[in-house]
């Protein structure tokens, strides 16, 4: 069983950054897939970001790509999230994932086993 807990979210206006953290207990991470995904109100919980287990290999949604910043410490067992650019569309709960049957990165949710509580993300125009 593995446990995640994000923090590192908050109000920012527009143009600004936050840094999104998930901390992971329970079990190492060193082989398993994790992402990010968030969830704007009304709407579906949507990718932002996955990567492989050494961090070799990462995507991102189209709509972060330039911005967003998806890195992991396996020796800390954390994973991170740097979010540049700030938009109000970003604003949503932020979730942390990890995928215990798989290596390499996924954009699907349903590939994921493990899912945080989430943390709310709000950026001000």
């Known amino acids: 069983q593995v446990r995640l807990v994000e923090s590192g979210g908050g109000l920012v206006q527009a143009g600004g950054s936050l840094r999104l953290s998930c901390a992971a207990s329970?079990?190492?991470?060193?082989?398993?897939?994790m992402g990010w995904f968030r969830q704007a109100p009304g709407k579906e919980r949507a990718f932002v970001a996955s990567i492989n287990w050494s961090g070799g290999s990462t995507i991102y949604a189209g709509s972060v790509k330039g911005r967003f910043t998806i890195s992991r410490d396996n020796a800390k067992n954390t994973l991170s999230l740097q979010m540049n650019s700030l938009q109000p569309e970003d604003t949503a709960v932020y979730y942390c994932?990890?995928?215990?049957?798989?290596?390499?990165?996924?954009?699907?949710?349903?590939?994921?086993?493990?899912w945080g509580q989430g943390t709310q993300v709000t950026v001000s125009s």
């Open positions: 994932a990890a995928s215990a049957a798989t290596s390499n990165v996924r954009f699907m949710a349903s590939d994921y086993d493990y």
């Open positions: 329970g079990r190492t991470l060193g082989r398993t897939t």
